[in-house]
């Protein structure tokens, strides 16, 4: 099993193995690259909280992502958080395992590749550490010292800023302000994210293009390393790290509830050959038994519900089976009159 794992032998390779390379199709190296764009940057700082809304329905109208700063999370406590998932996947593999497999339940985990049950084209250059926000706390690690402190404290808030925005869209789309509490957002995961440096970056990928299949997504990147792009009309923008920022993307399920007014963008990580980049995604889902649809108050007899009713578990459940071809499987109601 060790072996496995990308980071235990990616300095022996001179080459990318035949397995993780993608078709040409997909390939890095021969993508359109749209460095001019910008993903939004949107300032929480500011005392216009309707300027603030505007800008988020807009940003997520257009890319589906933006960046916040000044959003309450103290840089500290960010920096801290990146710096004991890095020295978790600093440790010896063993160690990693034996620290990651003590849940019986097998929502702390420790995998390498996409995690998920379908078989891509190609494998994924990164190792992953996922792990239940605020629940089973007791089968987190406990290597390095002081990982379930910090990882307790960082998840904490990152719930009150994902709450936060969440309340904003809900205002910016005139639905109920705490619309999205309670089960809509009460099974959070957190996952970090290793991406070794890669001898052929233009042949592999992080991971492949595709929508996230949750409500929300607050993603922290290592500062001065680019991995992560979106794409928007036939382009990839790449998403350059700001210093105290979080990257926030809207899941499938946010285009959903919108009734596709909001954007489940597709993304993309890329790989590079001189550094190892760490990222830390915090994805906010809702428990298995939501169902999830257009929000009533979105739909009318002239503005029909887009998409059919389906239960978080089914919508993960494809999304596990097919990898970046589940949207098809749910249904845009739309495109079937």
């Known amino acids: 099993m060790e072996s496995e794992f990308v980071s235990t032998w990616y300095n022996l390779h ?60 103290h840089k500290e406590l960010m920096d801290n958080a990146l710096r004991i998932f890095k020295d978790f996947h600093a440790m010896p593999v063993n160690e990693r395992i034996s620290e990651s497999s003590k849940d019986p339940n097998g929502s702390c985990k420790l995998y390498t590749g996409s995690g998920r049950n379908c078989s891509d084209v190609a494998r994924y250059w990164k190792d992953s550490l996922q792990i239940p926000s605020g629940e089973f706390v007791q089968y987190w690690p406990e290597k390095p010292l ?11 808030e990152l719930r009150t800023l994902g709450l936060k925005i969440l309340e904003l869209i809900s205002e910016g789309l005139r639905l109920d302000r705490e ?37 929300l997504t607050l993603l922290l990147q290592e500062e001065g390393i680019i991995g ?19 990257v926030v993307n809207m899941g499938f399920m946010l285009q959903v509830i919108s009734n596709g007014r909001l954007i489940g963008a597709e993304h993309r990580v890329v790989t590079n050959s001189s550094t190892s980049r760490h990222t830390i995604a915090y994805f906010i889902n809702p428990t298995e038994e939501s169902v999830i649809e257009p929000a009533k108050p979105l739909t009318t007899s002239t503005s029909p519900p ?11 459940g494809n999304f596990l089976n097919k990898g970046p071809y589940f949207e098809a499987e749910l249904g845009d109601l739309s495109k079937t009159c």
């Open 14 to 73: 001179s080459s990318v193995p035949l397995s993780y390379v993608h078709p040409p199709e997909k390939r890095p190296a021969n993508s359109v690259i749209n460095g001019e764009e910008k993903i939004p940057v949107i300032d929480f700082g500011g005392h216009d909280r309707a300027d603030i809304i505007r800008n988020i329905i807009s940003s997520a109208e257009k890319y589906g992502f933006f960046q916040v700063i000044n959003h309450g999370v």
């Open 146 to 156: 002081g990982f379930r402190e910090v990882v307790g404290k960082y998840t904490q």
């Open 179 to 215: 619309y999205f509490y309670g089960e809509l957002t009460a099974k959070p995961v957190v996952i970090s994210h290793h991406y070794p440096p890669c001898p052929e970056p233009g042949l592999t990928l992080g991971a492949s293009r595709h929508k996230d299949p949750n409500i």
């Open 228 to 246: 992560l792009q979106v794409f928007k009309d036939g382009a990839w923008i790449p998403v350059e790290p700001i210093p105290g920022a979080f």
């Open 306 to 316: 887009k998409y059919r009713p389906m239960t978080f578990g089914e919508l993960k």
